[in-house]
């Protein structure tokens, strides 16, 4: 009896560990897979149907007959290790239809569908009642700490090699449920052991000879240190590929067709995180200034134009505010970067001899704006690479405190914008009031924002940004005017500046000293008062009613302004992948 029961105790373990494997394996899977498509679709495409086909495949998985674990396993094994290629390829190729919808949804159906599929009728035909049990949390649920866990311990292992991991894992099993099948069946068809195992190498050598294929490898770099790659198919050029905190991160260069008559975009040398420019400048023939000045150079001393982004370049008109008293005598002693892109601004600002502060997320763009983008080096104690969130309010406890190390900054430039959208964290009513504590009274901040000028997600800003600081005013970066029946379609970068001084806000016109040699600069600060936006454009009378609060300000509590940006940013992708080659984007 004993026996039987520890038996019985010892088969429920192994099926409950059985399921248990299964189910963080699909996570694992899911995690790489997303982070594998994303640098092509961007996160919200991405993630739009995501849930949606991984709940349909487990309930599709539960209700229909399954086949024998063996069988499984060796499907699985082979989904798996042929996942790098499947992935890429397939997301590239969907992608080409430049449908931001149907594009991800298409390489979710083909690709990861059939994962899950399988591998939910794996659990099931382990023990139905409990696999139902523990895929309740199943690779949706457990994906978010998966990628809490792997950040913590900074875990940066490839996509690939996850995808190829489980697959040899699955086909191990497969195996080895083989051999034992074989040992211990006393029948005399019983399939010889060794053809087993070696049915399982095949596609291990499959796999492989499709990894040495260059005409099947995809062209991902950020596993290579053999930099820089120069595309055989385009004139495209790869300085460097890093996976890193807020996705691949690129630093690459369009180069000049050899077909000079071509209309095509290039000459560029851009800054990338995953499916968004960061930012870039002109490279080559293209970098040109004014008096014929010593352009800025990088750090190999590669000669570098003009930033690709006005909106860079508008920002700087915080220097222009003369209604303060600082503006007024042109002494701007600290500034404050959130969000450093290529360094545009932030290099302005040290040019003009104000000592700058740079709180930036991700140390890979960190250092490609040093290394590429020639960023000067503002010191060990003025960059701070975390989420600007935790680092203002630790700022802000400082001044609270008196302490004497605390620095009140005289203007700050805010740009968090990413893949269509920004981090709503960063945009609440509570992270502003943190970041006023740390502002001088009469400081000013300049908010980017690109996104649709009368939407919602530009009301919330406008109003939260007002409610915050009392006063703002808003100015686009576009080239020409923008008219009114066109204020909901064009899709523009938006400059708020505001601050909690009573005066209002007014700008001196920019003389040649705001230039610092570029033509971008004279055309864009020169130009100011021809880019404003009426309050009015943003927003309709709504926006003043009692019912501002409820709807438009932005708290931690209720913000909806990820909700709102969703259709924007699925806009946006489209946006990108019309102005830049495909090959740009498939090539990371």
């Not at 035909?125 to 949706?140: G, R």
């Not at 649709?452 to 800003?461: E, G, L, T, V």
């Not at 100015?475 to 909901?488: G, K, T, Y």
Request: aromatic share 8%.
């Amino acid at each position: 009896m004993s026996t039987n029961s520890e038996l019985a105790t010892w088969t429920s373990a192994r099926s409950s560990l059985s399921i248990l494997a299964v189910s963080v394996a699909l996570s694992l899977f899911t995690t790489a897979y997303e982070n594998s498509v994303i640098p092509l679709f961007a996160s919200i495409p991405t993630l739009k149907y995501l849930g949606h086909i991984v709940h349909t495949s487990t309930a599709f998985a539960v209700i229909t007959p399954n086949l024998s674990s063996s069988k499984i396993l060796l499907i699985l094994g082979c989904l798996l290790l042929l996942a790098p290629h499947t992935s890429y390829w397939i997301s590239v190729h969907a992608a080409r239809f430049k449908d931001p919808i149907y594009s991800p949804l298409v390489t979710h159906v083909i690709v990861l569908a059939p994962v899950v599929y399988f591998s939910v009728s794996l659990a099931m035909s382990v023990d139905p009642t409990l696999a139902l049990i523990v895929l309740a949390a199943n690779a949706l649920q457990l994906r978010p700490l998966l990628m809490l866990v792997f950040s913590a311990i900074s875990l940066e292992a490839s996509n690939n090699v996850v995808f190829t991991a489980l697959g040899c894992v699955c086909l191990a099993v497969y195996g080895g449920i083989k051999v034992y099948v074989g040992r211990h069946s006393a029948h005399p068809n019983a399939l010889n052991t060794q053809s087993t195992v070696a049915l399982s190498v095949i596609p291990l050598v499959f796999v492989a000879l499709l990894s040495l294929n260059p005409a099947l490898r995809s062209p991902t770099l950020v596993d290579s240190i053999i930099t820089p790659y120069n595309s055989p198919t385009y004139p495209l050029r790869i300085l460097n590929s890093t996976q890193s905190k807020t996705g691949v991160v690129v630093v690459g260069e369009i180069l000049p067709p050899v077909d000079r008559s071509s209309t095509s975009l290039h000459s560029i040398r851009y800054l990338r995180a995953s499916h968004s420019l960061l930012g870039g400048v002109w490279i080559g023939d293209e970098v040109a200034s004014l008096d014929s000045s010593p352009p800025l150079t990088d750090q190999d001393g590669t000669p570098l134009g003009d930033s690709i982004y006005s909106a860079f370049v508008l920002q700087e008109a915080v220097r222009l505010v003369n209604s303060t008293p600082q503006g007024r005598k042109g002494e701007y002693n600290h500034a404050l970067i959130i969000g450093l892109g290529t360094g545009i601004s932030a290099n302005a600002f040290a040019r003009h001899g104000i000592a700058t502060t740079i709180v930036e997320i991700d140390p890979a763009v960190y250092d490609a704006a040093r290394q590429y983008f020639g960023l000067s080096d503002p010191g060990n104690h003025n960059v701070f690479l975390q989420d600007a969130r935790g680092w203002v309010r630790s700022r802000r406890a400082m001044v609270e405190a008196e302490d004497p190390s605390s620095i009140k900054y005289d203007v700050v430039v805010h740009d968090c914008f990413s893949g269509g959208g920004v981090p709503e964290h960063l945009f609440s009513i509570e992270f502003w009031n943190d970041l006023k504590t740390i502002m001088s009274p009469e400081g000013v901040i300049a908010v980017n924002f690109a996104g649709k000028i009368a939407s919602n997600s530009s009301q919330a800003i406008l109003a939260t940004l007002l409610q915050a600081f009392g006063q703002c005013r808003a100015f686009h970066d576009h080239v020409e005017p923008i008219p009114q029946e066109q204020l909901h379609s064009y899709f523009v970068n938006i400059v708020f500046f505001c601050s909690p001084s009573s005066t209002p806000l007014t700008f001196r016109p920019a003389i040649e000293e705001d230039y610092l040699h570029s033509y971008l600069r004279r055309h864009i600060l020169s130009s100011l008062v021809k880019r404003e936006i009426n309050h009015t454009q943003i927003g309709d009378s709504s926006i003043w009613s009692a019912n501002t609060e409820e709807k438009f300000i932005l708290t931690d509590a209720h913000n909806t302004l990820n909700t709102w940006q969703e259709r924007e940013a699925l806009d946006h992708w489209k946006l990108m992948r019309e102005m830049i080659p495909d090959v740009v984007w498939e090539t990371y």
